[in-house]
């Protein structure tokens, strides 16, 4: 496992009323207030924001967030801006998740206002990259990566991008019960490293943590955390319960 401070991410999706989110952030602070070892966060509906930012209070659990709009306000029924989020406690925002670009018309170019709009604000964007597995299969893995951290990162210079977190989420293993191997994850995020050295240096390079996110589960945590570009995990389903979240927290 590499020098930088793992970060270990549970994204709720569209699941649990605010009063159902508060009562697992309580007990998830419980069972994870002695892990000093790695950053911990926790992304709810925005229906249930305020309740878990409550539940959350004093505690080494941050507040995430799952999408947000580019716009500080306006005509845009349905959405959410990067100062409500804020106003909310939300510290990270997950930005460009697969389920977004796969359901909701995301692409590269909204994931890049996305990105800008949470870096203004003073968010940590959680911006999410990863193949299907048709790409994967016909052997385009690494150019569409090229292509989203590009397009993510687009027009963004080194002093912005200090507390950027990328997410690598192979669209195949997402609540699919498949993993990638720890080999295959190894290379993709070794290769996303490399890449933001050659973007920007390698200092930024060194010092972005790299989640892994596909069918993370207690089971797996501690072989994909052994990997040295691994550092932390995006986690869905597992997160959802404390004890399983919290299994995997402390890996």
């Known amino acids: 496992m590499s020098e930088r401070r793992p970060l270990i991410a549970g ?4 699941y649990k009323t605010s009063n159902e989110a508060a009562a ?30 409550l539940a959350l209070n004093n505690s080494n659990v941050s507040l995430g967030a799952q999408n947000l709009h580019w716009e500080k306000e306006g005509a845009f029924t349905g959405e959410i801006s990067a100062g409500m989020l804020t ?3 939300v510290i990270y925002v997950i930005i460009g998740h697969s389920e977004r670009r796969q359901y909701f018309g995301e692409t590269d170019e909204t994931v890049n206002k996305k990105m800008r709009a949470a870096i203004e604000a003073g968010l940590r964007p959680v911006m999410c990259v990863g193949e299907t597995e048709s790409e994967r299969d016909a052997g385009q893995t690494l150019p569409v990566l090229d292509k989203q951290v590009r397009g993510g990162l687009k027009g963004l210079v080194s002093e912005e991008l200090t507390r950027l977190v990328i997410a690598y989420e192979p669209v195949w293993a997402i609540g699919t019960g498949k993993t990638a191997t720890t080999e295959q994850a190894q290379e993709v995020h070794a290769y996303i490293r490399k890449l933001l050295a050659e973007m920007y240096t390698r200092d930024l390079a060194d010092a972005t943590r790299i989640l892994y996110g596909g069918s993370v589960k207690p089971a797996n945590i501690a072989e994909l955390m052994a990997m040295e570009d691994i550092d932390g995990a995006l986690v869905g389903g597992a997160s959802l319960t404390a004890d399983a979240f919290s299994q995997i927290v402390k890996f």
Do not use: Y
């Open 87 to 89: 106003a909310s406690g």
């Open 24 to 53: 697992t952030a309580s007990e998830l602070a419980e069972l994870v207030d002695d892990a000093d070892h790695a950053d911990i966060m926790v992304a709810p509906t925005f229906t249930g924001l305020d309740a878990v930012s």
């Open 11 to 14: 994204n709720w999706k569209m």
